[in-house]
C-alpha cells in the first residue's frame, strides 16, 4: 500500500515551517513537528475532511539522547482514522534543557492519563494539562527514571524507608505485680 | 499426676506456656499479603488439593487486626512498601512475617529502582521460602516450621530468646 502523502501535503499546507522530519517504514508514515505548532496541528487533523484522525490511539514519551538529535525528547502520538482506516504517528520534538509541550486534552480527554504518565517518567511538562500530577510513582518521588540518565538501580530511593523490628512480648509477670499494687495514678 | 488420677480423664496439668504455645501454633490466621504470582500458588495452598486448614490455618483474613501471620507473597515496589509497614503495625502481637518466593525475600529478577530488595531489609522475617514461585509443599513446610519455632518461643520471655527455627529438609538441601 503507497503511504498516504495527503497527510504530509496537508501538514505542508496548513503550516510548512512545523514539519521536521517525515520518516516512511514499510508503509508506516512518522512526521515530526515542532512543538509550537503541533497541539494545532493535531487539531486539524482531528478535523480536517480529508484526514479526520478522530481517535488518539495511544500518546507516549521517548528519550532520544543517544539517538544524536536536535532534541531530546519526542512526545508520540499514534492516531487512527476510522472515516478513512489508516494510521498515523505524529512526533513532537522537545528539547531537554527545556521540556515542555502543550497537551492535547483539550482534543481528546483521553490524553489525560497517559500525559500524566509521560509527565511522571520523563519529566516532560503539558502546558494546558488540567492536572499534571505523578500517576505511577509515589508522589514524593524526586526523579523521572524514564530518562537515559536515570541509573537504573535508582538513586537510593528503594533503600529509604524505617526499619521495623520484631515487638517485644508484653511482660506477664510485671502485669501481674501492678495489679497488686495500689494504682497510685488516681 | 495427682488432678487427673483423682478426678479422671477429664482433667490434665500442663505448664501455662505449653498451653498458650499450643493455641498459638496451632491457630494462625494468615494475612494474604499476595502482589504476584505467588499468591497463585498461596492459593492453591489454600484450596482443596493441598488444604491449608490441615494445620489450623483455615482463617484467611483480610484485615490486619484480626491476623497474626503476615505471608507476603511477591515483590514489593516502593509504592507498596509503606503500605506493607503499616499493615504489619496494625497486626496484633504476637506476629510473624513469612517471605514467600524471591521477589519477597530478595528482589528476585527485578533489581531495579522500583522494587525493594528484600522486605527483611525494613521488616523483622521469620521464615523465608525459597522459589520462583514456591509449589505449595514448599510454602506448607515454610509454615510448619514456622510453627515449630513458635512451639519454641517463651511466650512470656523477650523476643531474643527465641530458638532459631529448626532447620527442615527443603532448607537443609539449599545450605
Known sequence: MEPATDIEQGLRRAAPEAVLDVHRFRDQLTITLRREHAKRLLGFMRDDAGLRFAFLSDLSGVDVVELGRAWRFEVVYHLVSFDHNRRVRIKTAVPGDDPWTDSVVDLWKGAIWQEREVFDLLGVGFRGHPDLRRILLPDDFADHPLRRDYPLRGKGERENFPVLGKPRPRDFVPLFAAAKEPNAGH | ?175
Open chain 2, 1 to 175: 499426676m495427682g488432678l487427673e488420677s483423682e478426678f479422671g480423664q477429664f482433667f490434665l496439668t500442663t505448664k501455662l506456656g505449653d498451653l498458650i504455645n499450643w493455641g498459638r501454633t496451632n491457630s494462625l490466621w494468615p494475612y494474604p499479603f499476595g502482589t504476584a504470582c505467588c499468591a497463585i500458588e498461596l492459593m492453591a495452598t489454600l484450596a482443596a488439593k493441598y488444604d491449608l486448614s490441615r494445620f489450623g490455618m483455615e482463617v484467611i483474613r483480610f484485615s490486619p487486626r484480626q491476623s497474626d501471620v503476615l505471608i507476603v507473597a511477591g515483590r514489593v515496589p516502593i509504592k507498596l512498601m509503606p503500605v506493607l509497614q503499616r499493615i504489619y503495625q496494625q497486626m496484633p502481637e504476637p506476629k510473624w512475617i513469612v517471605s514467600m518466593g524471591a521477589c519477597a525475600s530478595t528482589g528476585g529478577e527485578f533489581n531495579t529502582y522500583a522494587v525493594v530488595q528484600g522486605i527483611d531489609r525494613f521488616l523483622p522475617v521469620d521464615v523465608y521460602v525459597p522459589g520462583c514461585p514456591p509449589r505449595p509443599e514448599t510454602l506448607i513446610t515454610a509454615l510448619m516450621m514456622l510453627q515449630k519455632r513458635i512451639d519454641g518461643e517463651n511466650p512470656f520471655g523477650p523476643a531474643d530468646s527465641r530458638p532459631p527455627a529448626e532447620i527442615g529438609p527443603l532448607a537443609q538441601s539449599h545450605a
